[in-house]
């Protein structure tokens, strides 16, 4: 029986890897107005990604008519927040290595 594994696992695993080349690589240049934003926004991208990929599952097996309505903007939702996080996390480290933040 063959199981689907859908678009998000080779999505999640391509930004993973693309994250991951960074891994122990000098930050580079002093960080912008851009990445200090993003560094204040961390943790909360992560944490609006998981709320909302776990709680499909509960969503979806009480209000199944409700979750496919709303299927569009579940799929915004993690095209943009899981990018963000990734990107998040890494000005969190950048403006700590450039100054440490309250």
């Not at 994250?19 to 002093?30: E, M, N, S, V």
Request: proline share 11%.
């Amino acid at each position: 029986m063959p199981f689907g594994g859908g678009f998000f696992p080779p999505l999640i695993g391509g930004i993973g890897g693309a994250a991951g080349t960074r891994i122990d690589r000098p930050l580079g240049r002093k960080p912008g107005r851009l990445t200090h934003l993003a560094a204040r926004l961390w943790p909360w991208p992560l944490v609006i990604l998981l709320v909302w990929l776990l709680g499909q599952f509960p969503v979806g097996y009480l209000f199944t008519d409700t979750l496919k309505s709303i299927m569009g903007f579940g799929l915004l939702l993690i095209l943009a927040s899981l990018p963000l996080s990734v990107y998040a996390a890494y000005a969190r480290d950048a403006v700590q290595h450039a100054e440490p933040l309250p």
